[in-house]
């Protein structure tokens, strides 16, 4: 029966051709553009580190002073030197890391290349094991290493190519700001989306090139970036001064595996902060916050604001399509009363009628599916030669394949519902006799 | 026109009639919404700067030695002064919409609290910074060269002089209906005495709201100055700003040294929003047309319905011109309404999107906007359709099909 009704919808769908095109033309319209900001929004609400960023949480302790002190309000979103550095040699969690980021000049020994910046993450051992860096050659520094702020650095593979034409570079010296580096490691291809673990320096496509260690940075006082907030008499970061201890500027990452882990661990936090106020450091009472990655990247807002009105928009737009095929499909389904008249006096049921216009229509969304997904490659191609920093991420992938087609099919469908109940409504006789 | 006759038919039609009108109902909404969003980035886009940006060419010089900077920065712009062509040079420590923030907060007196002082961008010019960037002054005075050679940073995020100039949106927002000549910005233990006035200058980085939020400080030659603008008639503009970035890098040659006129800067700062503002009129235009289409189709089927009965009313004595007008007042009795729940629902998206967005109200003439267009959209829509009814010949009347 399915098969018959297909040939029937063929034939009718050829019979008039107009109509079809505008059909299919509208659901592909609307399913490509919504289909586009989805596929966008997909890729920026997508998890950085599938498997692990259950595990991975962000804290925030309160070390701000009594003014204005408001405890619903959140902590900072970073942690001063002095507590980092408190915790991290805490070593409460299964892992710790400490970092910041910033820029240093890279001064080649190669004549032929001009001195150039590259972006740095300075931070403590447990990074690269934490975030699952992968390493092409060598490793990261070990914790004492990083301790005894030894010249060592792991760069990435974009960097390795350019100056050492991608050979293991593992021992050779790097030189930047005026200081030679040991190459003790050489990462592969590694840029999670969104820069999860420091949102400051921009939040998609962007990664370091060189990989320092935090004690190191700190007795060179390589250049920083990203963002510094002070209170009370709190001041510096700029130039080649530290910030001072009333500022926040560092990022604290912690690997709990288990949510029995994480709770004990917010409960060291609080204790961390009473502690702390016992010493007259801290002077709020404890206000602290234990994020995983996905909460992390929920309550920062990453994914731009933009994109999400886009969606809404496209989706607006998908809305319109749908409610002009409704139209037309009603339009063609009534044009057709009188063969449906026949077909229901011959004895066809109102459910047999009601399933091959139905099978029309489905039809009509796969088509339409189809013209979707290319319209939507079209689409992804002009969001990718737009210059925000996501535009290069923009593209489908399969989960997005199989849902641009159950869409389409689906809206069309429940486009089709309605003229096809109501063309199924009308008396065979009427019908009959009118013509 | 008797529209009586067209509301019974409309009953009796009432499933593609209230389909037109939702369709015509959420054309109006998106469209309306949409049309702002682009208006609102088309403002955002040519927002006013009132510096040379078509004579400005922007130099950085980054990883030079910082405690050489009060050698080689004198050097450098000696350098760049005798560059044919160059009008003016001076060095600063960012430049508008270069996303080089320097943000502080200043008060109106000396206990504001931080939460309650107003942000701005702290731009500080090198001595001969108000010619080379070509600001306008509107009171007072610029810096003198004394208060430049004067003024240095040490270890301070801020500098350590007590004048500064600010742009007439921070006069207005500190000092709202006074006169700021004389004024004092506060910031614990910093204050400075407001000397100058001059017409707004865009931020490094521009939000919403406060775009034009600069301040402006004297600075004798110090590591965080490491912008030289040049100023140069726009036609020289390009090939001066190619010769100074040559001549920066072979002055310093570890030094990374890059050149972009301001032109420049500009697009490259506003070119995701103008790319996101076209993409909108895409929609836009491709929306409408949808919209349009569907009223073709459902209009010509309705036509064809009704073949018999226009033929019956063109045998009794109605012209061509009366069919035609049938249609179009029907058309424009749908557009109407659904107008009317388009504009209802555009605000309340709008209302929706201030909430949940940055968003500020949509003007009021918005949606009257566009009711003009789809109203427009729908007649011409119809106007196909509508003609192939008033040539319907009366004869089908005498016919069964």
Known sequence: MFGYYLDLALRSLRRNKMLTALMVLAIALGIGASMTTLTVLHVLSGDPLPGRSGSLYYAQIDPQDIKGMDSSKE????????????????????????????????????????????????????????????????QGWTAAEGEAKVREVVIAKSLNDKLFDGANSVGRTLRMAGTSFRIVGVLDSWQPNPHFYDLNSGSYAYGEEVFLPLQTMLELRLDRGGSTDCWGNGGGGVGNILPSNDCVWLQFWAQLDSPAKAAAYQEFLVHYSLDQKALGRFQRVPNVRLRN??????????????????????????????VNTVGLMLAKFMRRAAELGVRRALGASRRALFAQLLIESGVVGLVGGVGGLLLAMFGLWLVRQRPSDYAALAHLDLSMLFVTFVLAVLATLLAGLLPAWRACQIAPALQLKSN | MEIRPILASLRKHRIPAILIVLEIALACAVLCNAVFMIGQRVVDIHRTNAIDERGIGVITVDGADPKMASSEIPRNLARLRGIAGVQAVAVTNTVPLSNNNWGWAFGTNPDTRFNDAVNVSAYFLGEGGDKALGLQLLQGRFFSSDEYADSKRGSMPLVDTHVVIVTQSVAERMWPGQPALGKVLYSKPLAYRVVGVVVDVLRPFVNSQRAWHSVFFPLSPDSALSYYVVRSAPQDRDRIVLQAQQALSELDPIAVVKGHSFTDIRDKYFADMSSMAWMLVLVCIVMLAVTAFGIVGLTSFWVQQRRRQIGIRRAVGATRGHIMQYFQTENFLLSSAGIVLGMVLAFAINLYLMHHYEMTRMPWFYPPGGAIALWALGQLAVLGPARRAAAVPPVVATRSV
């Open chain 1, 75 to 138: 902590p900072p979103e970073q942690v001063t030197l002095i507590d980092g550095l408190n915790l991290l040699h805490a070593g409460r969690a299964d892992h710790q890391a400490l970092m910041t980021g910033g820029s240093v000049p890279v001064q080649p020994e190669q004549s032929s290349l001009d001195p150039f910046y590259v972006e740095a993450r300075y931070t403590s051992a447990d990074f690269f094991g934490m975030f699952d860096a992968p390493f092409l050659y060598g």
């Open chain 1, 293 to 322: 990655v996905m909460q992390w990247l929920d309550y920062n807002k990453v994914v731009p604001s933009d994109v999400r009105l886009q969606n809404g928009l496209a989706f607006g737009f998908l809305l319109v399509c749908l």
